[in-house]
């Protein structure tokens, strides 16, 4: 008997420029509203966090600073830090810059040509996802413009918008693309076995160590804003906080580059951690405050969401709770007790405590999936063969070496250079505001108020020398 004809499916059989043999619908789907999230992650989710959770007068510059930064890396992106991220290498820790802007470019089937890996006689080909480079251009994009908003919130309050501006696209250039080219883009990091499922360390551990640094520079808020900073809208804080958490079903969930049980497990572990570690941290505040806090609850939920990152789909779910308790409890004493006692820590004014919730909580996701990776996860996504946790014993405890050295690289990188960045803006341009501008807020800083609540059509705007007005409202 013939062997029966293989069966094509239909939406396959007439290959076209628009449909090529290799492009797989399902996954370039997948990978594009797994972009859509991870985006929405940013604009709006934490542009409604942070307006909800500072002070009322920074509601506005809170907001548009995140806004700004969304904006503001996407030409930067592709004119040049794709391709300096995820393109050849020019040396071991950073890809050449290059345009992402033709045809010529996004069309063709996504290649990350530096992951390309060779060890004795093993051999791994460069990551080629089954759909067209424009839809990693995206994906990749999306993942650096939350960083440097995560960045932001370590400055809320005080900085100056125009430092603001110049520093974004020096910091993706200097700081971002090469964390992002030496774990993931197949630098020297990514070829020595460093796991870093989804940015936990590029991401995360990056944010929360720029921010730091950067908090340190630009100086602290005035002092009745660090000792009396009351969020203006808890609910509104709570909505942004939603979005955070459920948009991290892409976050995680697109990192296999495939929609494959891989990214179905990344997903159930990136929801147990969460959920987890809000819960951990809820019990501390009610163990020691008697109360529970929905601010707590927040940062609980997203040290969660920042700890299983770099292991989201590479640990099992019982591993997935142990990661939550250990994040909802080890950056809860950092924040709510150490941070209290260490003068360094009282004299950086971190606004939204980013070196808590991220580069704290991103360190500890770093440690553990060098602890609980398991052997037979870890090679549905990574090329280095036999990597696995320290649990698993034989070469697990090199893998935990790894991950040290690894986070020890990402902090010190991004300490350094942006210090460097931020002294070369100060040298043009003051990197705080006026203290004027400090003490009015949003209408100082953009002429703007985020609520209009004097008189109909009216709103309250501080004059230049102190006295309130009443002015007519620019919106009809």
């Known amino acids: 008997m013939a062997a029966a004809a293989m069966v094509v499916p239909e939406a396959y059989r007439n290959a076209s420029a628009a449909v090529p043999d290799w492009l797989n619908k399902g996954d370039n789907a997948w990978q594009m509203v797994s972009a859509a999230l991870v985006s929405m992650q940013a604009m709006p989710g934490l542009v409604i966090l942070y307006t909800g959770l500072v002070k009322k007068k920074w509601a506005l510059n809170s907001a548009f600073m995140a806004l700004y930064a969304f904006a503001a890396v996407m030409p930067c992106w592709v004119l040049w830090a794709y391709n300096m991220s995820f393109g050849h290498r020019l040396i071991p820790f950073l890809g050449k810059p290059g345009l992402a802007v033709s ?18 006689t093993y051999e791994a080909p460069a990551a080629q996802p089954w759909y067209p ?22 400055v809320l309050a005080r900085m100056s918008i125009r430092a603001w501006m110049i520093f974004m696209p020096l910091w993706i250039t200097f700081s971002y693309s090469v964390g992002a080219f030496s774990v993931w883009g197949g630098g020297f990091l990514f070829q020595w076995g460093v796991i870093d499922y989804s940015g936990g360390y590029v991401v995360h551990l990056a944010s929360g160590a720029a921010g730091f640094t950067a908090a340190y520079w630009v100086g602290p808020r005035l002092r009745e804003d660090r000792e009396e900073f009351p969020p203006n809208n808890l609910l509104l804080a709570l909505a942004g906080a939603g979005i955070l958490w459920m948009g991290w079903t892409g976050f995680n969930g697109g990192d296999p580059f495939a929609a494959n049980v891989d990214s179905s497990m990344a997903v159930l572990n990136t929801h147990i951690c969460a959920a987890t570690s809000l819960l951990v941290w809820t019990c501390w505040d009610v163990l020691f405050f008697k109360k529970p806090s929905v601010i707590g609850a927040i940062n609980g939920m997203i040290t969660g969401l920042v700890c299983i990152t770099p292991g989201a789909g590479l640990v099992q779910g019982w591993a997935a709770i142990v990661m939550g308790i250990v994040s909802g409890t080890v950056p809860w004493y950092t924040m709510m007790v150490l941070s209290r006692k260490l003068q360094l820590m009282q004299k950086v004014d971190d606004t939204l405590g980013v070196f808590h919730t991220h580069a704290v909580a991103g360190t500890l996701g770093g440690a553990l999936t060098g602890l609980f990776a398991h052997s037979d996860l870890s090679s549905m996504f990574l090329v280095v063969p036999n990597s696995k946790g320290a649990f698993y014993r034989g070469t697990g405890g090199v893998q935990f070496l790894k991950q040290l050295v690894g986070a020890a690289f990402i902090i010190g990188w991004n300490m350094v250079v942006t210090s460097i960045i931020l002294l070369v803006i100060r040298a043009v341009i003051p990197l705080q505001m006026s203290e004027e501008e400090l003490k009015i807020g949003d209408d100082a800083a953009h002429r703007e108020e985020a609520y209009s609540l004097v008189g109909q059509g009216q709103r309250e705007r501080f004059s230049h020398n102190g006295r309130i007005q009443l002015v007519e409202s620019q919106i009809p």
């Open 103 to 120: 045809q010529d470019h996004l069309i063709p089937r996504a290649t990350l040509p530096s992951t390309h890996y060779v060890d004795g």
């Open 133 to 154: 480079t424009a839809t990693m251009v995206f994906f990749q994009f999306a993942f650096a413009a939350v960083t440097v908003i995560l960045l932001a919130g370590s």
